[in-house]
């Protein structure tokens, strides 16, 4: 097990994942997706698919200090947005602006502790980095009806005119909350917490169930 | 003075009732006056009346910005109980109770009171306890009471859903049996038409402007219709507008003035015969004897003057309703207001003296205030009649604020209502 | 054809889809197109209902959302009764269930209606407050009474079959009502490239013009409105809503529309589709084109059914092809109605009369009419009307100038219909729902919208601009000006051209006066639907009650389901006279949301049932119910309570549980604790001051009990914080009040102490935590990791990383049950695997899982606190006796210090938290018992504190109990008295909170 | 409702998104241990409460989670301006 140890290191952060041997579990494991998208309808007007364990980190800092803002583009390759409600994407790599000081990165899941412990190494001053991919899901919701879904559970305007592909806002959905992504002309990402995720999934059945819903696994 | 009776509704419609004489005059202030009350609402009302049958002053003014009883009086839904938790609360609000128990005989004014019993709905552990507290308290303090199971709940009240598919099954409630509902404008008119009948005079649209303080002590108002009046002691009972009033008499006080909305359904058939609440589910609701669904709602989250709220306040409050008696859900929503409920860090009322002499607030009752209104005016006219704090009032002084000396009923009062 | 009233040809019904309906257990046949009331009339159906108070039979009125009577009870089948539905909004459709609401045995042959004969002179306004006084005990019966006539409809006895949902909306503008004005805003805005929404209530746009034959551009104005609907259809960025009503105008220009999906369909939604769908609108500007309402003129017997508005008859006969009667007479203040007139007679039946109030009118409708050779009476009014079922005949008589008495004698004309008009009344409900007060205009006699802070402008009827021309005109201006605000381009809309025509000057006429006084007249109504007459409004005002909020609130007025929109601006005007005021002076009631009413179960929409609030699951929730748990709901998370196996009690499963627990060892999924990663050189400093004890040397590795206060110096939550690094700590919060504490720091930091290097992120849901306790739990642990977790290298309130069943982990060892405890917290993805490994070892060791009820039954014997259970916000550290988790000299003032040395804080008989033995071991106080020290006291007993927690032990064999006593910490070994509910004088000993392990030895092992 | 301003997000969003903290430009003591009752006593629980004009804390709760202040005028609901903490008004009663 690897406790980063390093004098100067004033957290403590790990690795948190387990060799292969052992299956991780995402949020809307138990909802047997694969099974739902075999046994149900192909075709309708909303389409929703889970991208399960992926790398989640919180990253708090200083937009002001450049030391920081150049250490967090080396880490990531590229660098963090600065214009609210935005987002950018490098390659496996999307940072979406939360607040002016708070960006969700996700990664690949199997290198999320190696982001982790280039932020140690890079970065100066007061920051942070925080591993919350287990707290968290992603949910993709695309098709022509996908607006609607949203509309029914979101008070965001998302109009095109109002929400362009890349935007990002946090933002109340249903009676939870999730950080919404327009990635495509008909695609929506949402940020599900884990503990509301059963009810999520519920609310978006119920709420497809007019367009038709189709679920990839 | 005229009597009401059946035998006197009668006489006069052999006359086609043109004979009615008017429930109040509408005098000119004096000069001078004994008493101002400020605030013709149901507690600045009940104030006078009680001043002049009680301690025998009726050179007294109510001087109220607008009509008698236009403010929370006129917008509360009318639900009166009295089991609260701490000993100060629950003497004050049974104090009320035992005078709306027989009321409309004092004011010869049918202010139709009607105890038809008060459930509060407990769906959490914690609830229970929280229940248990509370009706162990009351009944100790001679309050009646009693703690009731989920099936015990159904039977009073069989529309309730008691199921286990509810998101927050019920588990059981407290019940009030002495609780129950009055018709708040009637409570008003009584108390204005008793006041006025023993003397006292009624000042409609006429607004205060502010108050005449000499070296530390108010000796009358000035107002806008009618100039500077007179008095010898100044009591305010202005609800909502508490801060703005204390503000020109130069203190601040620890309130803060809210939105609080309801709801009335369109009149149906009798079909609620008690009132039901929910502090968790976050709703309550009776049947009016007109047929309407009288449901509150929570206070919203900021302060305002408006007499209007925030829509989602209201959604959540039919939501609840709905979860509570899924069989409203076809029934028709008819209307929605606001007041403006001034509220206390402890929900607990202010009757109180103040930094300045001779002059009384009596504010801070925050959403429960209707259930109060004859046990506020009562003790807060002893007050002002013997310029002491009456026993009751006592512990509800503003400055409770500074020594610590809470009285924390968040529990009790719950919801708004 | 049966049905009577209908013409040959004509209106925008499909004759050709003839619907069956039953209406009170009849059966009857319209067409498509009709509305429950068109159909109804058509049918020569006079009766729908009876009033509220005295019970009089009462006909159609209006014919759209002002009808005051035809409330009508709907539905098939129980479940999808709805009361209270207005017949005049309703469409028709096959199958349609319906019935009056009122009236007993049934709506013909009224019994009450004798009664409201009888009785009626005996019940003017407020008649209650002034009777059924005496004897006090009979007010129950009396109000039994009198609770029976409440209500029109009734509430279906079972749970709704339909769904409801929302949708929330952002345009550019939102233009409410599709008549003339609606649509020529709604076209120059959508031209112009702006979102719009329109909405009407009707089941099609065209407002007043699908009522009238006029034509507009050139062509039958049904066929311009086609156009310009189509036009909008296909625009993307216009919202088109029919058979939706805006009932709501909120602040910042929020409005909230209720449309009606399937509610012309059948009285259940077709195959699951959705009844009716709630529109949340934003909207940065808005154009009222909400129309007016006719205004019914005040005269004797007016309730008669046959008597009705002007304008209904026209648009029952224009846009349904039904003529509501045979003879009809017109009694009119004003030109407009004249049409009504003349489409009766080209209808081809007969008129028996215009009457009209003022002397001498001319104009180009009145002219048309005496070309038709129809007898127009100037001057004069219908003062009375005969009939009880069905208006027979009128009294007619000539009226001074103003309209004050009758001069002329009396003359009788027959008729079957009276069709009557006092102007119109603008519907400015809307523009008063933000606080707006309508403003009185004596131009058109009408109140108009008033002074409003909302973006938002007027256009047509509402302004009071009630001529065709002129509100395709002001739409297209309210349009234009909308763009131009938005800073959008002006577009090119031409003006499409309408018929001018002449009208001469209306009457300001209300009340129309009858040879006997009003107190001595017939009942003169003036709001149908609550039975209040001219006499009960100026009876209100002799009475003193002058403000029009009074009159309203005394009499009832406008207190209905159809909130006074055909009678409040009489029942001012009568108000005004009486009390010699102008009606601006006497001013006007305002009105508030909804417009109409709205079924309860779409304001919910799929806010009910499962999806009515969140239910929030760990990552071992599937385990948990696979293996029986019972739940508990703690704020929205649903975690086990207990876990009883096949035939055990509750409490039998509690008792094996906790045995278990401490004789082995038991598990607890903790996942729902509040957890918070806190960072950066000023964290330490930062707890200092948010909690009551000292941070400032705690040790990397280690972790510490915690009290969080308010200013006030209570305790609020508490938790174990754990030194991850230097500047890294783990915070824990209750399960509740983990949002809270969050929002709490936050707070602090942003408003308070900016300056602090700090950042807190919650981790709550990324960590699955499970906590082992017992003597067996170290033996347990060391069978899944290699790290060492021996007792030398890993002491209690260590944290260390480990890896547990193959995974990463934190291991916390503290004890929230007196035992040798181990906290697990692994990355929730794996959660569950190492939950079920602990068990896969842990069986030989009868590792048993307990929820929240043992974890409080183990805790309570330890005598350690649960915040919200034995706290409640008026309690400070040293009342819990928890003065060791106070440090008073640490250089800032933490949060709650000052708060807690405040004179009513320091008292020494404040109450304090001790322990409690019932003297008979067996009796387990119930939680929320109040204790007395003097059993014998009368009531009001003075209380002393009441018992916060209680449990049956296992354990110790008895019952333990936490309570709140008086000066109790001082008071040890003394007796406290709890008096229960159930009469029992239950006498018990204060004693220490910790029964158990005072030394705390256990969880050093 | 109201559809309020986030100074941080840079956009107008729906009051769900926001929670009201109550009176703002309320500072507590810098020595509290030196406050009397009275004067911890009204740093805790008194307040202007005004009838116009007023400066209150809100937080984009279900958003950026940033606390900022508002004047908003509490009869007619208009918002008059946002502005960060530590900011002062520019809209001030007369």
């Known amino acids: ?217 | 003075m005229q009597q009401y009776s059946g035998f006197g509704l009668l006489k006069h419609s052999l006359s086609h009732h043109e004979n009615w004489q008017r429930v109040w005059r509408n005098p000119t202030p004096k000069k001078k006056y004994d008493v101002i009350i400020v605030g013709g609402g149901g507690h600045g009302l009940a104030t006078a009346y009680y001043l002049a049958k009680e301690h025998n002053i009726t050179n007294v003014a109510v001087i109220e910005k607008g009509y008698l009883g236009g403010g929370n009086t006129a917008r509360n839904t009318t639900i009166v109980r009295s089991n609260y938790l701490w000993d100060e609360a629950a003497h004050l609000y049974e104090h009320a109770m035992k005078l709306w128990e027989g009321l409309s005989q004092d004011l010869n004014y049918n202010v139709m009171f009607s105890q038809r019993g008060c459930l509060n709905l407990g769906h959490t552990l914690q609830d229970m306890r929280d229940i248990e507290r509370r009706v162990n308290a009351n009944r100790l303090n001679g309050i009646d009471g009693e703690v009731l199971d989920a099936k015990q709940v159904n039977e009073i009240v069989p529309i309730l859903d008691c199921s286990d598919n509810a998101r927050y099954p019920v588990m059981g409630a407290s019940w009030q049996p002495r609780a129950g509902v009055a018709r708040h404008d009637a409570v008003a008119w009584g108390f204005a038409r008793g006041a006025d009948m023993r003397g006292v005079d009624l000042i409609q649209q006429t607004e205060v402007t502010d108050f005449i303080i000499e070296d530390g002590t108010v000796v009358g108002v000035k107002t806008d219709r009618y100039g500077d009046i007179k008095a010898d002691r100044v009591g305010c009972v202005v609800a909502g507008h508490s801060s703005v009033m204390a503000a020109k008499a130069g203190f601040e006080l620890p309130l803060e003035s809210h939105p609080l909305q309801a709801l009335v359904s369109e009149p149906i058939k009798p079909i609620l015969d008690t009132v039901v609440m929910s502090n968790h589910v976050h709703g309550y609701a009776s049947q009016s004897d007109k047929g309407d669904l009288v449901i509150g709602a929570g206070i919203d989250s900021y302060t305002g003057y408006g007499q209007r709220g925030s829509y989602p306040t209201i959604e959540h409050t039919v939501q609840a309703i709905v979860e509570m008696f899924p069989i409203f859900s076809r029934v028709r929503m008819n209307r929605q207001w606001g007041g403006i409920v001034d509220t206390c860090p402890d929900a607990c009322p202010i009757i109180s003296k103040t930094p300045v002499k001779n002059l009384f607030f009596n504010c801070g009752w925050g959403t429960g205030g209707f259930k109060a209104t004859p046990g506020s005016g009562n003790v807060f006219a002893a007050s002002l009649a013997k310029g002491e704090m009456h026993e009751i009032a006592e512990p509800f002084s503003m400055f409770r604020f500074h020594n610590g000396a809470l009285i924390d009923e968040h529990g009790a009062a719950g919801v708004a209502h | 054809m049966s049905q009577k009233n209908r013409l040959q040809s004509g209106g925008r019904i499909d004759r050709s889809k003839p619907l069956t309906f039953t209406y009170n257990g009849k059966q009857y046949e319209g067409f498509a197109g009709d509305t429950l009331a068109s159909a109804l009339l058509a049918n020569g159906v006079d009766l729908v209902g009876r009033s509220f108070k005295y019970s009089r039979p009462r006909g159609i009125v209006a014919a759209g959302a002002e009808e005051p009577n035809a409330i009508m009870q709907l539905g098939a089948t129980e479940a999808t009764q709805v009361p209270n539905v207005r017949a005049t909004q309703q469409e028709l459709f096959s199958g349609l269930v319906s019935g009056s609401t009122n009236g007993w045995p049934n709506v013909d042959m009224d019994i009450m209606g004798l009664v409201g004969k009888l009785g009626g002179k005996m019940m003017p306004p407020g008649f209650y407050y002034k009777t059924f006084m005496y004897p006090q005990s009979m007010w129950e019966t009396y109000e039994k009474v009198i609770r029976q006539a409440a209500g029109l409809g009734r509430s279906p006895k079972e749970y709704d079959v339909d769904i409801y949902d929302k949708m929330n909306q952002h345009c550019d503008l939102m233009v409410v009502g599709a008549g003339p004005a609606g649509l020529m805003a709604a076209l120059t805005a959508a031209r112009g490239g702006a979102r719009v929404i329109i909405a009407d209530e009707q089941n099609e746009f065209g407002g007043n013009l699908l009522s009238s034959k006029e034509t507009v551009d050139g062509k039958a104005a049904a066929a311009w409105v086609a156009s310009v609907t189509k036009e909008l259809e296909a625009n993307e960025n216009v919202i088109v809503l029919p058979r939706s009503t805006v009932n709501g105008y909120h602040d910042h220009n929020f409005l909230t529309i209720h449309q009606r999906m399937t509610e012309h369909l059948a009285d259940r939604a077709p195959n699951g589709q959705i009844r009716a769908r709630y529109h949340r609108v934003r909207a940065k500007w808005v154009v009222l084109a909400t129309g007016a309402h006719e205004r019914p003129l005040v005269f004797a017997n007016n309730d008669v059914p046959g008597v009705m508005l002007a304008g209904a008859v026209s648009t029952y006969i224009n846009r349904y092809g039904v003529v509501p009667g045979n003879e009809l007479v017109l009694m009119t203040t004003n030109d407009n109605a004249y049409r009504t007139a003349l489409d009766w007679h080209d209808a081809g039946r007969k008129v028996q009369a215009i009457v009209d109030t003022r002397k001498n009118p001319t104009g180009a409708l009145v002219e048309a009419a005496r070309e038709r050779g129809i007898t127009v009476m100037a001057g004069s009014a219908v003062i009375d009307v005969q009939g009880s079922k069905r208006v027979s005949g009128v009294s007619v008589a000539s009226i001074s100038e103003d309209g004050s008495k009758v001069t002329g004698s009396v003359k009788k004309l027959s008729a079957d219909t009276v069709a009557s008009s006092g102007g119109w009344s603008p519907v400015v409900h809307l523009s008063c729902h933000t606080g707006s007060r309508p403003q009185w205009n004596d131009e058109i006699i009408g109140f108009v919208p008033g002074k409003t802070v909302q973006k938002q402008l007027i256009a047509g009827a509402v302004s009071g601009n009630f001529t065709t021309s002129g509100a395709l005109e002001q739409g297209h201006q309210a349009g234009a000006e909308a763009l131009e605000k938005l800073g959008l381009k002006a577009a090119d809309v031409a003006v499409p051209a309408a018929a001018e025509v002449k009208e001469s000057k209306p009457m300001a006429l209300f009340h129309i006066p009858h040879t006997k006084p009003t107190s001595q007249a017939p009942k003169q109504f003036v709001d149908y639907q609550n039975d209040v007459t001219a006499s009960g409004i100026e009876l209100a005002c002799r009475e003193g009650f002058e403000s029009i909020e009074h009159v309203k609130r005394y009499t009832a007025m406008g207190f209905g389901t159809d909130q006074g929109k055909l009678g409040n601006i009489n029942g001012m005007a009568i108000a005004a006279k009486f009390l010699n005021q102008s009606i601006p002076e006497t001013g006007t009631t305002i009105f508030r949301p909804n417009y109409t009413p709205i079924t309860f179960g779409a304001i919910a929409g799929r806010d009910c049932k499962e999806l009515f609030d969140p239910e929030r699951y760990s990552a071992m929730h599937k385990w948990h119910l696979e293996n029986g748990a019972k739940f508990e709901d703690v704020g929205q998370w649903k975690r086990p309570w207990y876990f009883p196996k096949a035939g055990e009690s509750m409490q039998e499963a509690l008792n094996r549980e906790c045995l278990a627990t401490r004789e082995s060892i038991g598990i607890l999924d903790a996942s729902t604790l509040g957890k918070i990663d806190i960072q950066g050189k000023d964290a330490r400093e930062f707890l200092g001051r948010v909690y009551a004890n000292a941070w400032a040397k705690l040790p990397v590795g280690r972790c510490r009990y915690g009290l969080m206060l308010k200013e006030d110096g209570m305790v609020f939550d508490d938790g174990v914080t754990s030194c991850l690094g230097e500047n890294h700590f783990l915070m824990t919060t209750t399960s509740g009040g983990a949002a809270t504490v969050l929002n709490w720091l936050e707070f602090y930091h942003q408003t308070e102490w900016p300056e602090l290097e700090v950042y807190f992120t919650s981790v709550t849901d990324h960590w699955a935590t499970m906590t082992i306790s017992g003597p067996n739990s170290r033996k347990l642990l060391e069978e899944l990791t290699d790290d060492d977790v021996s007792k030398e290298n890993f002491k209690f309130m260590d944290w260390k990383p480990a890896t547990v069943a193959g995974v990463p982990a934190r291991v916390f060892r503290i004890s929230f049950t007196g035992e040798l405890s181990f906290e697990i917290n692994v990355q929730a993805n794996y959660g569950l695997h190492v939950w079920e490994k602990l068990f896969e070892h842990g069986a030989k060791y009868n590792l048993t899982p307990y929820g929240t009820e043992t974890m409080h039954i183990l805790r309570a014997e330890k005598g350690f606190i649960i915040a919200g259970q034995d706290t409640d916000g008026s309690v400070h550290p040293y009342d819990l006796g928890m003065g060791w988790a106070v440090s008073m000299n640490k250089p800032f003032s933490f949060i709650g210090k000052r708060g807690m040395q405040r004179e009513d804080c320091v008292r020494a008989d404040r109450k304090q938290m001790v322990g409690i033995k019932t003297i008979d071991p067996n009796i387990v106080l119930p939680e929320g018992a109040q204790g007395v020290f003097d059993p014998t006291a009368s009531i009001p007993m003075p209380m002393v504190g009441h018992v916060t927690s209680s449990y049956w032990s296992a354990n110790l064999g008895r019952s333990v109990a936490l309570a709140f006593v008086k000066g109790g910490l001082d008071k040890m070994g003394e007796k406290v008295y709890y008096p229960l509910v159930d009469g029992r004088m239950v006498e018990a000993e204060i004693c220490s909170p910790i029964f158990l392990d005072p030394k705390g030895e256990r969880q050093n092992v | 409702m109201f559809y309020i301003y986030c100074p941080y997000c840079g956009e107008h969003r729906e009051e769900e998104e926001f929670h009201n903290h109550g009176q703002a430009h309320i500072e507590r003591p810098l020595d509290p241990d030196s406050c009397t009752d009275e004067e911890w006593g009204n740093y805790m629980f008194f307040r202007k409460n005004p009838k116009g004009l007023h400066h209150e804390i809100w937080v984009h709760a279900v958003g950026c989670r940033k606390f900022f202040n508002v004047t908003r005028d509490t009869v007619t609901y208009e918002i008059k301006e946002v502005y960060k903490m530590g900011e002062q008004p520019k809209v001030v009663a007369k």
């Open chain 1, 1 to 217: 097990m690897s406790d980063v140890k390093n004098e100067t290191a004033t957290v403590s952060i790990m690795n948190q994942l387990a060799d292969a041997s052992i299956q991780a579990q995402s949020p809307l494991f138990h909802a047997d997706l694969a099974t739902v998208a075999k046994s149900g309808p192909k075709t309708g007007g909303v389409t929703f698919k889970e991208e399960a364990l992926l790398g989640h980190l919180t990253l708090r800092l200083n937009a002001e200090n450049p030391d920081q803002m150049k250490a967090a583009e080396k880490v990531l390759g590229v660098a963090v947005p600065t214009q609210p409600l935005t987002s950018v994407t490098k390659g496996d790599v999307v940072v979406r602006w939360i607040a002016p000081d708070e960006w969700l990165i996700t990664v690949p899941g199997l290198k999320a502790f190696e982001y982790e412990a280039a932020f140690q190494k890079e970065m100066k001053g007061h920051f942070q980095v925080v591993n919350v991919s287990g707290g968290q899901t992603i949910v993709k919701l695309s098709g022509k009806n996908a607006k609607d879904v949203i509309k029914k559970s979101s008070p965001a305007d998302v109009h095109d005119s109002q929400f362009p592909v890349g935007k990002v806002v946090n933002t109340p959905f249903a009676k939870s909350a999730v950080i919404l992504r327009r990635t495509g002309e008909n695609e929506f990402e949402l940020v599900i917490r884990r503990s509301f995720s059963d009810y999520l999934w519920l609310w978006i059945q119920d709420a497809s169930r007019e367009y038709g819903l189709v679920v990839e696994a």
